[in-house]
């Protein structure tokens, strides 16, 4: 199984990640001030070769960042 995840909204007051099968909300006000919209959008991961675990290490940071714990866990999965 491929790793996948994405940004699916970003509102006003929250911020909406799917995580494989897994739809995280997090509330905008917890996100650090200096995490701008776009950055938040920059974390949008698909799996495409050498750029997927870069892109998990910036997911990974931003849900630390948010207080999303088991982030620590995610890693990038490769196909047989």
């Known amino acids: 199984m ?3 995840a994405f940004v699916e ?4 007051k929250e911020v909406h ?12 006000c917890c996100l650090p001030p200096e995490v ?3 950055d ?3 974390v949008v991961v698909f799996v495409n070769e ?8 910036k997911l990974r940071h931003l849900l630390r960042a948010c207080g999303v714990h088991r982030a620590r ?3 990038a999965k490769t196909s047989d």
Do not use: M, Y
């Open 50 to 57: 050498k750029e997927t675990q870069r892109q998990l290490d």
């Open 36 to 38: 701008q919209e776009a």
């Open 9 to 12: 909204q970003v509102t006003e």
């Open 40 to 42: 938040i959008l920059d």
């Open 2 to 4: 491929k790793f996948q």
């Open 17 to 28: 990640l799917f995580v494989h099968d897994t739809s995280v909300v997090l509330p905008r």
């Open 73 to 75: 866990s995610l890693q």
